[in-house]
């Protein structure tokens, strides 16, 4: 197997792994106060998830859009796999000498399947929207302006993403409703804060990457252009 082929394999494990980690994680809320100057209030599940658009979006530059679309299919399949496996084992008896309980276990994945179906709604939306954002605003510069591909395409489908979730899952009665707003704010402003702070990391994966990877379908008339031409 090829770098070429190797790099796409680890990018796609990253992207299903965030995915994955994101949804199991959801339940536990932190608080968090960079500098003193504002306090967020949001679930841990948020933390690994921004990895998903970084990932993404560096496949989309790199690899082109139908790639971007498969990573975003094979998430989806395997957030699947993986709302079954939890669902038969919240649901199997325990042993008399089972160190974990059921009712523990309940306690920790009960809402896991809402959460789930919440989460795969809202990230085929985000996903969907993030990657055409992405390429829209790469046609339409010409391949330039990196920093404005990925914030702009990450920013918007970070609004999709964090709205819908909280929408369904307060719909479901998993969280209250006085709720939605404070957790929209937090939300989507640490989203936004870790869009920002990743761009340096974004295009130091192109700069590093693109000469020995590119191979985006898209690009025809600027694909010969370097690095520097597009910063």
Same mark, same amino acid.
């Given at each position: 197997m090829n770098f070429r082929s190797t790099l796409y394999l680890v990018l796609a494990g990253i992207f299903i792994a965030s995915l994955v #980690?994101?949804?199991?994680? =959801?339940?536990? @809320?932190?608080?968090?106060?960079? @500098?003193?100057? *504002?306090?967020?209030?949001?679930s841990v599940g948020i933390l690994p998830y921004p990895i998903t658009f970084l990932c993404t979006d560096l496949i989309s530059e790199l690899y082109g859009k139908k790639k971007a679309?498969? !990573?975003?299919?094979?998430? =989806? &399949?395997? #957030?699947? @796999?993986?709302? $079954?496996? +939890?669902?038969?084992?919240?649901?199997?008896?325990q042993t008399d000498w089972s160190? +974990?309980? #059921?009712?523990? =276990?309940?306690? !920790?994945?009960g809402l896991f399947g809402p959460a789930v179906f919440a989460s795969m +709604?809202? *990230?085929? &939306?985000?996903? *969907?929207? /993030?990657i055409r954002i992405f390429h829209f605003w790469k046609r339409l510069t010409k391949g330039k302006h990196l920093w404005l591909r990925n914030n702009g395409s990450t920013i918007v489908s970070q609004l999709v993403d964090t709205s819908a979730v909280l929408i369904l899952l307060c719909t479901a009665g998993a969280i209250d409703w006085v709720r939605f707003w404070p957790?929209?704010?937090?939300? @989507?402003?640490?989203? !936004?804060l870790v869009a920002? $702070? /990743?761009?340096?990391?974004? *295009?130091?994966? +192109?700069?590093?990457?693109?000469?020995?990877?590119?191979?985006?379908? /898209?690009?025809? /008339?600027?694909?010969?252009?370097?690095f520097a031409e597009e910063a």
């Open positions: #980690s994101a949804n199991l994680i =959801f339940q536990k @809320f932190f608080t968090w106060t960079p @500098f003193g100057l *504002y306090t967020f209030e949001m679309d498969q !990573v975003v299919i094979a998430g =989806f &399949a395997a #957030s699947l @796999f993986v709302l $079954l496996v +939890v669902g038969i084992a919240d649901r199997v008896p160190p +974990v309980g #059921s009712d523990t =276990f309940h306690s !920790v994945f +709604v809202a *990230y085929l &939306a985000a996903q *969907y929207i /993030d957790l929209l704010a937090n939300g @989507f402003m640490f989203k !936004v920002l $702070l /990743d761009t340096p990391l974004f *295009y130091l994966g +192109v700069w590093a990457l693109k000469d020995k990877i590119h191979e985006d379908p /898209d690009e025809v /008339d600027w694909a010969k252009h370097s």
